[in-house]
């Protein structure tokens, strides 16, 4: 990239930088410490504003730059995380989003232990839910060093392992300083950005093609070169049958992870009713599909306009479609138009990380200090905060999703958001659902379905092609493999709700009718809600 990228990009970034550290500056200055205030922003979004800020949470870097290279890679394939991110949203809103609402207070762990012995399912789910959003967020450091490689001209690691220290950095200081009201505003003032990137990108590519689709699409076959197969399934998951099954493992972990997520299901409490809620999940859908729907007009515009062989060169995984594409459409290298799009596509994407790792470390600090801690300390030691927890949280937890993300740096981002998506499938929404639904679930069968499903997940993840046994694998060097599958969704999600089921039939203890009716009539209702 040439030295005008870099300036412009780097004062856009400056500048997003100085409005999200004024914001939390602000905040800081006008919250009074409560955990109320520190984790659900004091209840008083309004629809509106917590749709945009749950459309910003979860239109992540995985999102933006990971889909869109996949699809310029891979094409009608990529299309499965687009289609996989928008239809769990509908899972979100028919299943969970009212319910859980009514039935927490901060975090998951609310929910699913109203009813149970809490502190074993607190630490159940509490660990699941840090081990999730750790995943998570090594994803969007992944994302944040390609960006800044691709502008300092992809020959410098140093430079990406300092971007990658930098947004960790940054995340722990919106955490601990603002809370949930700073990175509430944090991810609108992201989301409008996002959208007007994406809306003027999306109009750019078929603008190039006289708004013909049928053209865009002819032109990123033969750029492809794999020809029609380009624009029909099996070109990444039709070859043998280990990868028609990854296939289906990951279209079942993107659908019905979501739902596990636990830095989604925190934004439900930040409004101050079940029919807010609601309404903000109705509000982030129209946000969140129109971007899905624009993401695949870019992945197969940067095929058509800027060659899948140039996307790979630029980075392996495709995570630099989108930037090269907006250079392209802007007038090519050199020129003032590409110089401007490209750094204002660069400061979005960057903005989308920042925001969006504000969102999992907050989650996950909540989970460390409302859960964790809560449920380990001794009664007779000394007493810190929760919130004073949950801000030493960040910090450990910002430490682990560097080291992480400097190790996981040549991954697909979307592709590590899968396994995420896995985790939080496999471990959070079996016990979300039966603790929800089920009559007779007891303690022990919630504490079996959050262990039985992550544990197996994490395992066969570690011996699978993503850690070794390949070129494209963690440690490229060994080779400990064992389990076939990129995502361990098909078998860790049915052993999750297996696990659930046998805790449930083999304990001794006897299930709380009258709680269980208590919690179906709130979870309903509202009557009792927090």
Same mark, same amino acid.
């Given at each position: ?19 999200t550290l004024?914001?939390t ?9 409560s955990a ?5 922003g ?5 629809p ?5 800020a ?13 889909i ?5 890679l ?8 687009? +289609? $996989?991110?928008l239809v769990?949203?509908?899972v &979100? @809103?028919? =299943? /969970? #989003?009212?319910?859980v ?20 399912v607190?630490?159940? +789910? $509490? ?6 959003? &750790? @995943?998570? =967020? /090594? #994803? ?9 490689a ?15 220290i930098?947004v $960790?950095?940054?995340m722990?200081?919106y955490?601990s @300083? ?6 509430t505003?944090?991810q ?13 990108l ?12 049928d053209q865009?699409l ?8 794999h020809?029609r ?9 039709g ?9 289906v493992?990951l ?6 992870g ?6 989604i ?12 809620a ?31 062989d140039?996307?790979?060169a ?15 459409l ?5 020129s003032?138009g590409?110089?401007?799009l490209?750094?204002?596509v ?8 920042l925001?969006v ?8 600090s909540?989970?460390?200090?409302h ?6 300390r001794r ?19 910002g430490?682990a999703?560097?080291?992480l993300?400097?190790?996981?740096r040549d ?6 958001v899968?396994l ?6 496999s471990a959070?929404l ?5 603790s929800?639904?089920w009559?007779?679930?007891?303690t022990?069968g919630?504490?079996w379905?959050?262990y ?5 997940a ?16 963690l ?9 076939p599958?990129q995502?361990p969704?098909?078998?860790s999600?049915?052993?999750g ?5 046998l805790?449930t039939?083999?304990?001794p203890?006897?299930p709380?009718?009258?709680r ?13 809600a927090v």
């Open positions: 990239m040439t030295g005008d990228h870099q300036t412009l990009a780097l004062l856009l970034f400056s500048a997003f930088i100085a409005v004024g914001i500056t602000w905040v800081s200055r006008n919250r009074h410490g109320e205030e520190f984790y659900a004091g209840r008083l979004f309004s509106l504003e917590n749709g945009f749950i459309a910003g949470d979860y239109m992540s870097a995985a999102s933006f730059l990971g869109s290279g996949l699809i310029a891979f094409g009608y394939d990529g299309m499965l995380y687009s +289609v $996989g991110f769990a949203w509908l &979100v @809103l028919l =299943l /969970v #989003a009212e319910l609402r009514n039935c927490g207070r901060f975090t998951l762990a609310d929910v699913v232990a109203a009813r149970m012995a809490e502190r074993p607190r630490i159940a +789910v $509490g660990t699941s839910s840090v081990t999730v959003s &750790v @995943l998570y =967020l /090594v #994803a969007q450091m992944v994302g944040a060093g390609s960006l800044v691709l502008l300092l001209g992809g020959t410098s690691d140093a430079a990406r392992a300092w971007t990658v930098g $960790g950095a940054l722990v200081v955490v @300083l603002g809370g949930m009201r700073a990175t505003w944090i609108i003032v992201k989301a409008v950005l996002l959208m007007a990137g994406t809306i003027a999306t109009l750019l590519v078929l603008l190039r093609f006289h708004f013909d689709v865009l002819t032109t990123a076959a033969e750029r492809s070169g020809g197969d380009f624009l029909a399934p099996g070109l990444r998951y070859g043998d049958w280990t990868a028609r099954v990854d296939f493992s279209g079942l972990a993107l659908v019905l979501t739902a596990g997520l636990p830095h299901l925190s934004r439900f409490y930040t409004v101050p009713t079940a029919r807010a609601r309404r903000s999940v109705v509000w982030s859908i129209g946000l969140i599909g129109g971007f899905y729907l624009m993401t695949i007009v870019l992945g197969f515009g940067a095929a058509a306009v800027v060659g899948p140039t996307v790979r630029s980075n392996a995984a495709g995570n630099t479609a989108v930037p090269l594409l907006a250079l392209d802007g007038g090519g290298a050199g003032t590409g110089t401007v490209f750094a204002v660069a400061a979005v994407a960057f903005a989308t990380i925001a790792v504000a969102g999992i470390t907050l989650a996950s909540a989970s460390v200090a859960d964790l801690y809560a449920s380990l009664p007779g030691g000394k007493q810190r905060s929760e919130v004073t927890v949950a801000r030493l949280a960040a910090a450990g937890i430490a999703a560097i080291g993300g400097l190790l996981a991954l697909n981002v979307a592709f590590l899968g995420a998506f896995a985790v939080a499938a959070n079996p016990a979300l659902l039966y929800l639904f009559r007779r679930f007891t022990r919630a504490v379905s959050v039985g499903g992550l544990v197996p994490v395992l066969l993840v570690v011996v699978s092609p993503v850690v070794s046994g390949s070129p494209e694998s440690f490229p060097g060994v080779d400990f493999q064992l389990f599958l995502n969704g098909v078998v999600i049915p052993l709700f297996l696990a659930g089921w805790g039939v083999t304990s203890e006897p709380d009718e009258a269980h009716a208590e919690t179906e009539v709130r979870a309903l209702t509202g009557a009792g």
